[in-house]
């Protein structure tokens, strides 16, 4: 009997490790992982930002809950969006208790409603901030409402994961609610899936960003003479022609794909992982791309192949690179110092490992992120109100990191002994919120 037991308990173990579930499972509990990471409190408050907005706009009765909580959701967008939109700050620390009480009232009305049955922000800025014309405007509907949307999510899930107030959570939210699969074959389209598989993939979401990324890579194979002038710019090819821009989108997208891969636990994971970033330096080489991504791959790629030599050339190169700090720099020359003396067969050293290749990926997306006005791309695409957009998501970072302070329940306590003596109403409503 227990000899069954045993054998039982190594096939439920064999069965269960990760050698051993399919590409389909994997991708499922990054699904599952992905709806978990989008329950905080940060997300919350932000979503019931959007939906203030959103739902000024809304002109019908979506259902009797929304319905009981509109005048409250109007008041509110009316202090904190509309009114005064140059001067957040002018709320005073009553306002935001009281808008906190009104958030926790509608907090679950806000976690189970999507955004998106509502007008577009476009559409809600139009009647907000637009001239006579712009407020009679019929709202976008069907296919139009659904590309409007997934470009909204995914320009503010570019914009505010470099922000410290928002950053990542929120940005995933966003990426969460991007949908390009809905989205007719384009660049645009294109562009989406990999910002999409790129955040996922520094999430640590990598089946999911593997399966953005594949999907982007297939469709570049069959559109190798489509037109790429916003991947151009975004990533500053400006020397680049559109043949040459179409093969330095395709590398990245390699690139990536790589890196997902590479992370994984699967020995057939870093088998793949091998072959992205053979495609990487197969498709650099040919447009000339040589920067620290180049260096950091060759290294890697070097030193499985024990070629000690070519990997300290390209380690060399790698410790010009701005994006590394002092302590990466003095750690590379311990890498080389290493590779000096190392014989073959020895095993890699810790250092220079998947998650220092991580490390520099993930820098160098960002530091083209940072580089994008994307203000300014916003207005050269003619998105109206974009000035009154990028003021808002200003507001949004006060009015979050506001209701953060003041509704912990040590500062509701502190912030109630202040306010005691001007009212019993509203000492008795701070003091229930911080019981």
């Keep these: ?172 939210y966003e990426c969460s609610k991007t949908h390009p699969e809905l989205l007719p074959d384009s660049e645009i389209k294109t562009l989406l899936q990999y910002f999409r598989g790129f955040l996922f993939y520094e999430k640590g979401l990598y089946y999911l960003s593997e399966d953005e990324i594949t999907r982007n890579i297939d469709w570049l194979n069959h559109n190798q003479e489509v037109d790429l002038p916003y991947t151009r710019a975004m990533f500053q090819w400006g020397n680049l022609n559109n043949k040459q821009t179409h093969i330095g989108f395709h590398s990245l997208n390699h690139l990536f794909r790589g890196f997902d891969r590479l992370m994984m636990e699967r020995e057939v994971d870093e088998k793949r992982a091998l072959e992205d970033f053979e495609m990487f330096l197969k498709d650099a080489k040919e447009i000339g791309l040589d920067n620290e991504i180049v260096w950091s791959i060759e290294t890697y790629l070097y030193l499985k192949n024990e070629d000690n030599e070519k990997a300290i050339a390209a380690l060399t190169k790698l410790k010009t690179s701005k994006l590394l700090t002092s302590g990466d720099k003095e750690k590379i020359d311990e890498s080389i110092k290493y590779l000096k003396n190392r014989k073959p067969g020895e095993v890699l050293n810790s250092f220079y490992d998947k998650y220092f290749l991580s490390k520099i990926a993930t820098k160098y997306m960002f530091s083209i992120l940072s580089k994008i006005d994307w203000e300014e791309v916003m207005k050269e695409q003619n998105i109206t109100h974009t000035e009154e957009i990028f003021q808002t998501i200003e507001n949004f970072k006060t009015l979050i990191a506001n209701l953060e302070k003041y509704s912990s329940t040590e500062n509701l306590k502190v912030t109630g002994e202040e306010i005691k003596n001007k009212g019993e109403s509203l000492w008795n409503k701070v003091k229930g919120l911080a019981e």
């Design 1 to 172: 009997m227990k000899n069954i037991i045993l054998v039982l308990l190594l096939i439920v173990t064999f069965s269960c490790s990760e050698d051993h579930k399919t590409d389909q499972q994997l991708l499922e509990n990054d699904k599952k992982e992905l709806v978990e990471n989008l329950d905080s409190y940060k997300v919350a408050t932000y979503k019931f930002g959007k939906i203030l907005i959103r739902a000024s706009a809304e002109k019908n009765t979506i259902s009797p809950e929304f319905q009981s909580f509109k005048s409250d959701l109007d008041r509110i967008f009316n202090k904190v969006v509309k009114y005064d939109l140059e001067n957040p700050e002018n709320l005073s620390v009553l306002d935001y208790i009281s808008i906190y009480r009104d958030y926790k009232n509608m907090e679950n009305f806000i976690m189970e409603t999507d955004e998106d049955i509502f007008p577009t922000l476009i559409d809600a800025f139009n009647v907000t901030y637009g001239d006579s014309v712009s407020k009679q405007r019929e709202y976008l509907k069907g296919a139009d409402k659904v590309y409007t949307e997934n470009i909204e999510h995914s320009v503010l899930s570019a914009i505010v994961i470099l922000s410290k107030d928002l950053g990542k959570e929120v940005s995933l």
